[in-house]
């Protein structure tokens, strides 16, 4: 995933909680798909 500055970001999940990273994917895929991730990344920038 690019933000807004075109870098790569990245989160870690502590292994404990491995079984939400599906979910987050949808969430920030879902985000990206509405073009509300880039407003994100211009917030706080």
């Given at each position: 995933?690019?933000?807004?500055?075109s870098s790569p970001v990245m989160l870690r999940i502590h292994p404990q909680?491995?079984?939400l990273v599906?979910?987050?994917?949808?969430?920030i895929r879902q985000l990206n798909a509405e073009?509300?991730?880039k407003a994100i990344f211009q917030r706080y920038h």
């Open positions: 995933m690019l933000g807004a500055g909680f491995r079984q599906p979910v987050l994917n949808r969430a073009g509300r991730l």
